[in-house]
């Protein structure tokens, strides 16, 4: 498999643009790929899209390179979402209407390692923060390879807030296949908040 060629300059050779219908089924093609099967629908994706517009401003993102979408990146704004038993809301460093959420981000991986990632984050941190957002949570995967969710999040300058066992669990029963348990999802995630 042949990387991509990256050479220093103040361009990168990716394009990001707001996600938008027209890249809804390669994104979900991306994240069942990356996240296992049945993790995203096309009417899934639609919603999740939804609560991170706000004030005419979508939080969400897609890296395209060459008319290829390579990467994506789904954001909540602060008031789209609802706080469930996995959040740890006492413990968050700001109140529950200034907190937007990071749902799910995933990089071909031919594509990873070259900050396509963090260049998603932080375009989504921006349009959060023009939607009046003071901080993100994310659920990562903590049994993602290498780590790669949480180092990738840390890297940001995110902390830890709470470690929640079998947070995915649930999804099993509704179609989800873990691509590392299989049948019953037994990962954990790793509560952290970003502050903006």
Not at 38 to 44: A, F, P
Not at 49 to 57: F, M
Not at 153 to 181: D, M
Request: hydrophobic share 40%.
């Amino acid at each position: 498999m042949q990387k991509l060629k990256i050479t220093p300059s103040n361009t990168t050779p990716w394009q990001l643009c707001p996600l938008e219908p027209e890249f809804f089924q390669v994104v979900v093609s991306l994240a069942n790929k990356v996240h296992g099967e049945g993790y995203l629908t096309l009417n899934s994706l639609a919603s999740m899209v939804a609560r991170g517009c706000l004030a005419g401003k979508n939080a969400s993102y897609v890296a395209v390179l060459e008319d290829k979408v390579v990467a994506y990146r789904l954001s909540f704004a602060a008031g789209q979402w609802q706080p469930d038993q996995w959040c740890s809301v006492a413990d968050w460093p700001v109140n529950t209407t200034t907190m937007a959420y990071f749902k799910s981000v995933a990089v071909s991986q031919q594509f990873q390692g070259y900050g396509i990632g963090q260049a998603l984050l932080q375009q989504s941190i921006r349009v959060l923060k023009q939607q009046g957002a003071e901080g993100g949570l994310a659920h990562l995967w903590r049994e993602s390879p290498n780590n790669s969710a949480v180092r990738y999040f840390s890297k940001a300058g995110a902390t830890l807030v709470a470690i929640h066992e079998n947070r995915w669990q649930h999804l099993s029963a509704q179609g989800y296949i873990c691509p590392r348990c299989d049948a019953l999802c037994s990962c954990s995630a790793a509560e952290m908040v970003l502050m903006f």
